[in-house]
């Protein structure tokens, strides 16, 4: 049934005029269907334009099991649930019931909003206009999914008042509990039969005790992830712990206004919050001279069997203290010891004045309640951080706007492989909830590794027993696409390399007429890039580009107007972004024909999760750089090249700009790893090449101003 509907003449073929039959997709979904039908595990990297997404669809909606979906962004949620899931049931001809289930801060918490007129954050004008919009909408929201609000900016500060966390949420005690929009999305998906989540979502708070997930999965039998090469960075951001400055400011505000409002008079409210918010912003200055994006490592390790890698690739050879030392190291690296101590101090004490004011009014309502709650929550992270770190574990502190405490497994193998993989003890369980074939679990993504057996992915999740399939793209790379590698830029470590290449790509953008999306590997590159590309063109005012920025306009409005390109008569586009750009973003067609990696993407040397990684590497006897940088290099590259080619007519060169692919050993490996484009040798290979295709751009805008102005029946 399954091939049927993907056959020449089938389902999809007689619904689409434009349906293309493609072995690669077909091959694809009898395997997920085979899988689902069975049990198992099944490991898939299908290539750009193989259409995976229909590959799982199609056997998902056929199979007559109840399915969880997880991708990777909410973006794509709602592009799977508003048009490809219900399109595609309709073709079948399917009543399927449908349910999208989002994290608590994409909805409207209808409490949070009625008390965020007491919090004098929302007296700021820029803020009260926000809140006014909010509850306007709210009246009429079936949903409350806020991404209804289209003009309310992701990164407003009104979102924190008028939505919930898991530690301010009030559950069942609230007193709009029966108006929960979060409620309401979580009994919608346990009568659902698709149910569309993301992966945040999965594995927040250890994947099974927050959000509906405890109840939804011991029902669910097959379990679909999309995207799946960033299920492992997901999931060590849920399964540690972590404790923030700004969660300490939050508990602060919110103790100000429910105690005012519950319990005035009863404790000094005021001094409380002020005293959290003191002792919050005195451990932030500890590390205030300290750049925005600095991870500092917090910890001990074992000195046994680390080994140094190759020279340059900035691992440390330091002697380390022993694993499980009966002390916790006293301040993070770099970190004046006596004044770490004594600021965690500080929040401890604050902290514990205002459990103790919470304690004996928390019974006087639901907000206090759940406050002295919160409090001792927050005082029992203070002291797992207080202690030494898991053995198994890395610890880190990481500098931004707010401090933050963290403590990650290096991956979730271990998590996968007991609490979701393991076979069941007997009996109905979460992982065989029935009689019948086991749970049948499905991961999917166009990047999964640079091996047949796609170890950088399955040994992670803890999926190295997994059928492995990999389907190639249907694209014809040699004849569709190029790259090229100029070898006059300087080396990637010097100052002059991001003002060089920033010239040469405008270059080359101009040429084009924009067309051109820059990757970079770090923000200071993407700061550098942009700023350079900007003062270019600014000073050039007969130039007709528009350099885009990522960080300068929110992402999804940057998206928007790149793809728009030069449409009614606005400029072409530059974009330079980081790697949040890689993956997800979608530009089919000649708005986008020139991508330019700066720098070959190796995970950052400082980083303590990437130093750990490697040295759990180097003490099982292997080669850290082989077998851990060198991998990630290889699929972040893969990745950004994937950017390029969408559909069949696409044409377009990626541009690399790093020598070091020419001249070093593992160049080679790295260039195995992307799409089978062709080589521009040289200079003017590229520039020939980058002709061809500026002609051809002016040749289709021309074709479209004819069609647009055609006399009627022409």
Not at 668 to 684: I, T
């Amino acid at each position: 049934m399954v091939a049927g509907v993907f056959a020449p003449g089938g389902v999809l073929a007689q619904a689409d005029a434009h349906f293309q039959p493609r072995p690669g997709q077909t091959r694809m979904a009898m395997a997920v269907a085979r899988t689902m039908a069975a049990g198992g595990r099944l490991v898939v990297e299908a290539g750009t334009g193989v259409g995976k997404t229909f590959s799982y669809l199609v056997p998902a909606l056929l199979s007559g099991e109840r399915v969880l979906l997880s991708t990777a962004t909410k973006v794509l949620q709602d592009q799977l649930f508003a048009r490809d899931l219900p399109g595609l049931a309709r073709t079948l001809g399917l009543p399927v019931r449908m349910a999208l289930l989002k994290g608590r801060a994409s909805y409207l918490c209808l409490h949070r909003m009625e008390l965020a007129r007491q919090d004098a954050l929302a007296q700021e004008p820029g803020v009260a206009r926000a809140l006014a919009s909010v509850q306007d909408w709210s009246r009429h929201t079936l949903a409350g999914d806020l991404a209804e609000l289209t003009g309310l900016d992701e990164r407003s500060p009104v979102l924190p008042l008028v939505t919930s966390t898991r530690e301010n949420c009030l559950g069942t005690p609230c007193p709009r509990f029966r108006d929960c929009h979060v409620h309401r999305a979580r009994r919608e998906a346990l009568a659902a039969d698709m149910v569309v989540i993301n992966h945040h979502l999965f594995f927040a708070d250890g994947a099974l005790r927050e959000s509906g997930l405890a109840q939804l999965l011991p029902t669910v039998r097959v379990v679909v992830f999309d995207e799946a090469h960033q299920i492992n960075e997901t999931g060590v951001q849920f399964l540690g712990a972590q404790l923030s400055t700004g969660q300490l400011l939050d508990f602060g505000r919110d103790l100000l206004v429910a105690g005012l409002r519950h319990a005035r008079g009863l404790a000094d409210w005021s001094g409380l919050a002020a005293g959290l918010e003191l002792a919050a912003r005195d451990l932030r200055l500890v590390a205030a001279a300290l750049p925005a994006g600095t991870r500092l490592h917090w910890g001990h390790e074992s000195p046994q069997g680390v080994s140094s890698a190759p020279q340059g690739q900035g691992v440390s050879d330091r002697e380390w203290a022993p694993r499980g030392a009966p002390d916790p190291e006293p301040a993070p690296q770099g970190v004046p010891a006596q004044a770490w101590q004594s600021a965690l101090q500080r929040v401890a004490s604050a902290g514990a004045q205002a459990c103790s004011a919470l304690a004996p009014v928390s019974e006087m309502a639901p907000d206090l309640l759940r406050l002295h709650q919160r409090g001792c929550e927050l005082l029992d992270a203070l002291a797992r951080f207080c202690g030494p770190a898991h053995p198994d574990a890395v610890r880190w502190v990481e500098v931004a706007a707010q401090l933050r405490l963290i403590e990650s497994p290096l991956d979730i193998a271990q998590v996968m492989r007991e609490r979701l993989l393991a076979p069941p003890a007997g009996g109905d369980s979460p992982e065989k909830p029935a009689a019948g074939p086991g749970r049948a679990w499905i991961f999917t993504s166009a990047t999964l590794g640079e091996d047949e057996q796609l170890s950088w992915f399955t040994q992670r999740a803890g999926l190295q027993d997994a059928e492995i399939l990999r389907v190639a793209s249907p694209f014809d790379y040699a004849a569709q696409a190029a790259w090229y590698v100029p070898r006059h830029l300087p080396a990637p470590a010097s100052p002059a390399h991001s003002p060089a290449l920033a010239l040469w790509v405008g270059k080359a953008a101009e040429q084009l007429g924009g067309r051109t999306l820059v990757l970079t590997t770090t923000l200071k590159a993407l700061r550098a890039i942009g700023a350079a590309l900007q003062q270019q063109f600014a000073a050039a005012p007969g130039a007709r580009l528009q350099v885009l920025v990522q960080g300068q306009w929110p992402q999804r409005r940057l998206m928007e107007r790149f793809r728009a390109g030069a449409d009614n008569g606005q400029p072409g586009c530059i974009l330079v972004a980081s790697a949040t750009f890689r993956e997800g973003f979608d530009v089919p067609g000649e708005a986008l024909q020139l991508v330019v990696i700066d720098k070959l993407p190796f995970p950052p040397p400082g980083d303590p999760l990437v130093q750990a990684r490697m040295r759990r590497i180097d003490q099982a006897g292997g080669r850290s750089f082989k077998d851990y940088a060198l991998p990630e290099a290889a699929v972040a590259l893969k990745q950004g090249a994937g950017r390029l080619i969408r559909r069949e007519s696409d044409r377009g060169i990626l541009v690399l700009g790093d020598t070091r692919l020419l001249t070093m050993g593992y160049g080679k490996r790295l260039l195995a790893a992307l799409p089978p484009m062709r080589k521009l040798a040289s200079e003017d290979e590229f520039e020939a090449a980058l002709l061809a295709l500026a002609r051809g751009a002016a040749c289709a805008a021309g074709a479209t101003r004819s069609s647009t102005t055609a006399p009627a029946g022409a």
